[in-house]
Protein backbone atom coordinates (compact mmCIF):
# COMPACT_ATOMS: atom_id res chain seq x y z
CA UNK A 1 0.00 0.00 0.00
CA UNK A 2 1.46 3.42 -0.86
CA UNK A 3 2.30 5.87 1.76
CA UNK A 4 2.12 9.86 0.86
CA UNK A 5 3.29 12.63 3.07
CA UNK A 6 2.49 16.29 2.04
CA UNK A 7 4.38 18.86 3.02
CA UNK A 8 4.80 22.80 2.17
CA UNK A 9 1.89 24.52 3.55
CA UNK A 10 2.05 27.57 5.78
CA UNK A 11 0.50 31.43 5.85
CA UNK A 12 1.20 33.29 3.18
CA UNK A 13 0.21 36.92 2.30
CA UNK A 14 -1.84 37.71 -0.81
CA UNK A 15 -0.41 37.36 -4.06
CA UNK A 16 2.79 35.16 -2.15
CA UNK A 17 3.82 31.99 -3.44
CA UNK A 18 4.17 28.56 -1.72
CA UNK A 19 5.21 25.31 -3.50
CA UNK A 20 3.47 22.07 -1.81
CA UNK A 21 5.63 18.33 -2.41
CA UNK A 22 3.95 14.94 -1.95
CA UNK A 23 6.56 12.34 -1.54
CA UNK A 24 5.21 8.54 -2.22
CA UNK A 25 6.63 5.37 -1.21
CA UNK A 26 6.50 2.90 -3.88
CA UNK A 27 8.98 1.85 -6.61
CA UNK A 28 6.28 2.21 -9.19
CA UNK A 29 5.06 6.19 -8.93
CA UNK A 30 5.85 6.75 -12.72
CA UNK A 31 2.69 4.59 -13.35
CA UNK A 32 0.50 6.14 -11.78
CA UNK A 33 -1.88 9.64 -11.90
CA UNK A 34 -1.04 11.91 -9.31
CA UNK A 35 -3.80 14.73 -8.12
CA UNK A 36 -4.06 17.55 -5.30
CA UNK A 37 -6.48 18.64 -4.08
CA UNK A 38 -8.13 21.09 -1.38
CA UNK A 39 -11.13 21.22 1.17
CA UNK A 40 -11.68 24.94 2.84
CA UNK A 41 -14.16 25.04 5.99
CA UNK A 42 -18.00 24.19 5.37
CA UNK A 43 -17.19 23.16 1.67
CA UNK A 44 -16.82 20.01 -0.42
CA UNK A 45 -13.32 18.63 -1.49
CA UNK A 46 -12.28 19.62 -4.93
CA UNK A 47 -9.98 18.79 -7.48
CA UNK A 48 -7.01 21.67 -7.83
CA UNK A 49 -4.69 20.10 -10.77
CA UNK A 50 -3.77 16.35 -11.83
CA UNK A 51 -0.78 14.85 -13.74
CA UNK A 52 -0.87 11.66 -15.57
CA UNK A 53 2.10 9.53 -16.27
CA UNK A 54 2.43 10.53 -19.23
CA UNK A 55 2.71 14.12 -17.20
CA UNK A 56 -0.63 15.58 -19.16
CA UNK A 57 -2.06 18.22 -16.75
CA UNK A 58 -5.62 19.37 -15.65
CA UNK A 59 -6.23 22.08 -13.88
CA UNK A 60 -9.44 23.44 -12.11
CA UNK A 61 -10.10 26.69 -13.29
CA UNK A 62 -10.17 29.29 -10.74
CA UNK A 63 -6.30 28.23 -10.30
CA UNK A 64 -5.45 28.27 -14.21
CA UNK A 65 -2.71 30.49 -14.70
CA UNK A 66 -1.61 30.72 -11.07
CA UNK A 67 -1.13 26.88 -10.12
CA UNK A 68 1.47 24.37 -11.31
CA UNK A 69 1.80 20.88 -10.95
CA UNK A 70 4.49 18.58 -11.95
CA UNK A 71 6.48 15.18 -11.16
CA UNK A 72 9.46 13.90 -10.15
CA UNK A 73 9.22 10.14 -11.40
CA UNK A 74 13.59 9.85 -10.00
CA UNK A 75 12.12 11.12 -6.25
CA UNK A 76 8.48 9.55 -6.42
CA UNK A 77 7.44 12.98 -6.13
CA UNK A 78 4.43 15.73 -7.25
CA UNK A 79 4.89 19.16 -6.54
CA UNK A 80 2.37 21.99 -6.40
CA UNK A 81 3.49 25.41 -7.17
CA UNK A 82 1.20 27.85 -6.19
CA UNK A 83 1.54 31.93 -7.21
CA UNK A 84 -0.21 34.81 -6.55
CA UNK A 85 -2.01 33.41 -3.79
CA UNK A 86 -5.62 34.57 -3.18
CA UNK A 87 -7.61 34.25 0.55
CA UNK A 88 -9.72 31.97 -1.80
CA UNK A 89 -7.08 29.43 -2.01
CA UNK A 90 -7.35 28.92 2.08
CA UNK A 91 -7.73 25.46 2.60
CA UNK A 92 -6.55 21.64 3.66
CA UNK A 93 -4.30 20.25 0.62
CA UNK A 94 -4.68 16.83 -0.01
CA UNK A 95 -2.53 14.21 -2.20
CA UNK A 96 -3.87 11.62 -4.18
CA UNK A 97 -2.38 8.95 -5.76
CA UNK A 98 -3.99 6.81 -8.09
CA UNK A 99 -3.71 3.60 -10.04
CA UNK A 100 -7.06 1.47 -11.51
CA UNK A 101 -8.56 0.28 -8.77
CA UNK A 102 -7.09 2.04 -6.02
CA UNK A 103 -6.96 5.49 -4.45
CA UNK A 104 -4.32 6.60 -1.78
CA UNK A 105 -5.21 9.84 0.11
CA UNK A 106 -2.17 11.87 2.06
CA UNK A 107 -3.11 13.30 5.48
CA UNK A 108 -3.39 16.97 4.09
CA UNK A 109 -1.69 20.28 4.56
CA UNK A 110 -3.29 23.38 5.71
CA UNK A 111 -2.43 26.58 2.70
CA UNK A 112 -3.75 29.40 4.51
CA UNK A 113 -3.45 33.04 2.45
CA UNK A 114 -4.22 36.13 4.95
CA UNK A 115 -2.87 39.54 5.60
Known amino acids: QVQLVESGGGLVQPGGSLRLSCAASTSIFSSYTMGWYRQAPGKQRELVAS???????NYADSVKGRFTISRDNAKNTVYLQMNNLEPEDTAVYYC?????????WGQGTQVTVSS
Open 96 to 104: RADRWPHSV
Open 51 to 57: ITSGSTT
